[in-house]
Structures are given as structure tokens and as C-alpha cells.
């Protein structure tokens, strides 16, 4: 299984970036979730959004609620994260993370997660 995230950068506070995941080597539209996690220095992982195999439920940090949002392409298998009205706390290195039998009530816990891509960084200046 390899995870490939892409699209970070530097943008200004105010900004839009919007990241991309590109899946193989796991069955990506039939269970399980996909999910954003960021870490920043010193913190742990955090939660950023989650996405169900159909793309029908999503979740989302309060951090972000209302400026990102998740989606997926299953024909490409690919999850994107569309990060609007960036602030400079949204900075960090962010992680796509598969669970291909993960269920709805996992989506949000790291631990849960068995594939993990290779981070992208986003850097907000004010």
C-alpha cells in the first residue's frame, strides 16, 4: 500500500491550498475510511478531516469546520483536502492515513489507521 500526498506550500493567512492523496495497492472504494491528520513541531498527530470508502460521511476537527473540506474520486483514488481562509495555526506537515476496515465511529482516531503517506507541508504566513 503506498499513500502520496501533494499540494502543500507556502500561501498567506487568508489563503487556499488544496491537498491531494493518491492511493494504491488497497481496494479503496468498497470499507473503510481516509483521513487528514497534520502535526506541528513539538504536538502530536491531530485529526483534521475524515472521509467514508462511498464518500457519503465526513468529519471534521472544530478547528477546521466551515474552511476545509474533504472529498474523494474513486475513480483515480485519490482524497483531496481543500483548505480555505488558511490561518497561520493551520501549519504543520499533513498526512493522508487509510483504514481499509475502519468504521464510521473510528474515523477521527489515529490509532486506527494502518497505512500512512509521506506528509506534505503547509505553511501559513500572517
Known amino acids: 500500500v503506498q499513500l502520496q500526498a501533494s499540494g502543500g506550500g507556502l500561501v498567506q493567512a487568508g489563503g487556499s491550498l488544496r491537498l491531494s492523496c493518491s492511493a494504491s495497492?488497497?481496494?479503496?472504494?468498497?470499507?473503510?475510511?481516509m483521513g487528514w491528520f497534520r502535526q506541528s513541531s513539538g504536538k502530536e498527530h491531530e485529526f483534521v478531516a475524515g472521509?467514508?470508502?462511498?464518500?457519503?460521511?465526513?468529519a471534521y476537527a472544530d478547528s477546521v469546520k466551515g474552511r476545509f473540506t474533504i472529498s474523494r474520486e474513486n475513480a483515480k483514488n485519490t482524497v483531496f483536502l481543500q483548505m480555505n481562509r488558511l490561518k497561520p495555526d493551520d501549519t504543520a506537515v499533513y498526512y493522508c492515513?487509510?483504514?481499509?476496515?475502519?468504521?464510521?465511529?473510528?474515523?477521527?482516531?489515529?490509532?486506527?489507521?494502518?497505512?500512512w503517506g509521506q506528509g506534505t507541508q503547509v505553511t501559513v504566513s500572517s
Open positions: 492515513a487509510a483504514n481499509p476496515r475502519g468504521i464510521l465511529s473510528t474515523m477521527r482516531l489515529v490509532n486506527q489507521y494502518n497505512y
Open positions: 495497492g488497497l481496494t479503496f472504494n468498497r470499507s473503510g475510511n
Open positions: 472521509i467514508r470508502y462511498n464518500g457519503i460521511s465526513t
